[in-house]
């Protein structure tokens, strides 16, 4: 007794704001029946660079990568950095090791924490194609307050729709900017807006859980206490410590050239 034919299982729609490939489902590759291997897929092999394009990067960072990150600015590997650099290495590979969960890198200036998330953002799309998106807080919450001018033709939601729904959004230099009332609530409203739907947020602050001499606010004073409790869930603290590459690299150039 021969079995019925299985149901045709029906065919997998590829969402076109996500730019997914047809052929390889947005896996990259493709099986070749000639050499019965995996090849790289024929029609999307620019598909992380398509990624890459739309996600806002600016261009002094988009080349940031985990081989370019430096460990040691000042001639000695800082343990800090070191660790960092394992941890986001570990996330890229383990990907989604749980849905929702991701980074926040707290830090004095200068010590690498935006190469660091857009490293680990570049490294998301390239291998494993997951879609991501950059915005710099202050910059964010500015083009938010741009769609409340009545001559502007852009909605708050047009703004803030691809914040809601990118798989992993980098979102640079939380807490920077003046606290008022409507930054707190405007940043509170996007990060449970992703919270709730379990998209994972890399995020990047100058503001620690201690005053520091530069700053006597803390990353609490400046985005509220639920906000950053919620925080702890929803992210991996990756603390970096180390002298400001900025100024190491600098007093260096200038010695060379004097």
């Known amino acids: 007794m021969s079995l019925p034919d ?12 996500l730019d997914v490939c047809p052929v390889c489902h947005g896996t990259g590759f493709e099986y070749d029946p000639v050499g019965r291997r995996s090849r790289r897929c024929v029609k999307c092999r620019g598909g992380a660079e398509n990624l890459i394009e739309r996600a806002r990067i600016p261009a002094r960072y988009r080349d940031s990568s985990f081989d370019t990150f430096r460990v040691n600015p000042s001639g000695e590997p800082q343990q800090s950095l070191v660790n960092a650099h ?20 707290l830090g004095p200036c200068g010590v690498g924490k935006t190469h660091l998330a857009v490293a680990t953002a570049n490294a998301l799309m390239r291998t494993k194609r997951v879609p991501c998106l ?8 500015k083009t938010v307050q741009e769609t409340y001018n009545p001559q502007t033709q852009t909605t708050e939601l047009a703004v803030l729709r691809p914040v809601y729904d990118a798989d992993v ?3 640079d230099e939380l807490g920077a900017g003046k606290a008022t009332e409507w930054v707190r609530d405007t940043i509170t409203h996007i990060l449970n807006t992703r919270y709730n739907e379990q998209k994972a947020t890399i995020i990047t602050s100058n503001y ?51």
Do not use: H, N
């Open 86 to 105: 394992l941890m986001c290495r570990r996330y890229v590979k383990d990907y989604p090791v749980e849905r929702g969960l991701g980074l926040l890198f």
């Open 134 to 141: 950059f915005y710099d807080f202050r910059d964010l919450l």
């Open 169 to 171: 959004l980098v979102l």
């Open 208 to 258: 620690l859980d201690q005053p520091t001499e530069r700053y006597d606010e803390t990353l609490e004073d400046r985005i509220g206490v639920r906000l950053r409790s919620r925080l702890y869930e929803m992210c991996k603290t990756v603390q970096m410590f180390g002298d400001d590459y900025r100024q190491t690299y600098l007093s260096k150039r200038l010695l060379m050239q004097s």
């Open 6 to 17: 299985p149901l045709p299982r029906p065919p997998l729609i590829a969402d076109p704001s």
